[in-house]
């Protein structure tokens, strides 16, 4: 699908504006405490023209035919881009964790490291996290390292989305 600028991305966006626009696909995850499974996933990066992106994700568990059989995790926030590529990004996960985290964009990748995590009484015990989003052959390929639940970091989660 084509991909156009916005007339009015605000100059520091423009290291993620490859983010812009609407995402789907499937993905992958694992983590010593839980099973592997497989899931959908849906990511949408908006902008209005300030220096920053309203980002929204939700996913869903499938079974081995791509088949839906329950929703899964949801996470909304704001990318926040600052000057020379440098990037804030501030999360609220449906789980009960919330995230701050920081990083750089270059060259069609954007790499993320927590600051900071809190979570609720409820929620699992996430302690630090890593991402990375690349754009490959126009495809949105992305992977989630976690430390928690008394687990050393480690990859998480992992998908290909295409834009739709």
Same mark, same amino acid.
């Given at each position: ?13 423009? %290291?993620?504006?490859? #983010? ?5 696909? &499937?993905?992958? $995850?694992?983590? %010593? ?17 300030? %220096? ?6 939700? =996913? ?7 088949? !839906?059989? &329950? ?23 449906? =789980? $009960? ?6 990083? !750089?964009?270059?060259? $069609? !990748?954007?790499? #993320? ?8 009484? =409820?929620? !699992?015990?996430?302690? =630090? ?36």
């Amino acid at each position: 699908m084509p991909f156009e600028l916005p007339e009015n991305l605000h100059p520091n966006c423009g %290291p993620v504006a490859w #983010l812009l626009g609407r995402w789907g696909g &499937r993905g992958h $995850g694992d983590y %010593p405490t839980i099973d592997a499974f497989e899931y959908g996933q849906e990511l949408v990066f908006t902008h209005d023209g300030r %220096p920053f992106f309203h980002y929204f994700a939700r =996913s869903w568990i499938v079974d081995a035919n791509g088949e !839906k059989v &329950r929703d899964a995790a949801q996470e909304a926030g704001f990318l926040r881009c600052r000057p020379n590529g440098e990037m804030e990004l501030l999360l609220s996960h449906s =789980s $009960g964790i919330s995230e701050i985290w920081y990083g !750089k964009a270059e060259a $069609g !990748k954007l790499e #993320l490291h927590t600051a900071g995590v809190s979570f609720t009484e =409820s929620a !699992k015990e996430v302690r =630090s996290g890593k991402r990375l989003y690349g754009n490959v052959e126009s495809d949105l390929l992305y992977a989630y390292d976690m430390e928690a639940m008394g687990q050393p970091q480690q990859p998480h989660l992992w998908a290909r989305l295409v834009r739709q």
